[in-house]
């Protein structure tokens, strides 16, 4: 009997591991990341401020003349470094391709910092 009951504890423990997402952490990371930019949002930048952010530690890209900062989320990307092959630069070709799923489109914004000027 006892045995029953830890090989049925167990087996719940071990769905819960399962069934929880292993990037809790970064997606907790996103939504305070999300809140702090809403309340900033509507900054306006120079193509000449966003060419400074071109690192991996440091990475804005441009998409439609709106401007974010993906810093965060470069260690995440699926797609590896190919996200820094625009830092810091215009992105929307490489961002509208066949290989972004549509939850990409509406994270996005979750990283939108301000306009590009005109």
């Given at each position: 009997?006892?045995?029953?009951?830890?090989?049925?504890?167990?087996?719940?423990?071990?769905?819960?591991?399962?069934?929880?997402?292993?990037?809790?952490?970064?997606?907790k990371?996103?939504?305070?990341?999300?809140?702090?930019?809403?309340?900033?949002?509507?900054?306006?930048?120079?193509?000449?401020?966003v060419?400074?952010?071109?690192?991996?530690?440091?990475?804005?890209?441009?998409?439609?003349?709106?401007?974010?900062?993906?810093?965060?989320?470069?260690?995440?990307?699926?797609?590896?470094?190919?996200?820094?092959?625009?830092?810091?630069?215009?992105?929307?070709?490489?961002?509208?391709?066949?290989?972004?799923?549509?939850?990409?489109?509406?994270?996005?914004?979750?990283?939108?910092?301000?306009?590009?000027?005109?």
């Amino acid at each position: 009997m006892v045995i029953a009951v830890v090989a049925l504890i167990f087996g719940v423990l071990l769905g819960v591991f399962i069934l929880i997402p292993r990037n809790r952490k970064s997606v907790k990371a996103e939504k305070t990341y999300s809140n702090a930019n809403r309340t900033k949002a509507s900054k306006t930048f120079s193509k000449a401020e966003v060419t400074l952010h071109h690192k991996r530690t440091d990475c804005w890209i441009i998409i439609k003349d709106k401007v974010y900062d993906v810093t965060s989320y470069v260690e995440e990307h699926p797609g590896g470094d190919a996200i820094l092959a625009h830092a810091g630069d215009d992105s929307t070709d490489g961002f509208f391709g066949p290989q972004h799923a549509t939850r990409v489109f509406d994270m996005i914004g979750d990283f939108y910092i301000g306009d590009l000027e005109q």
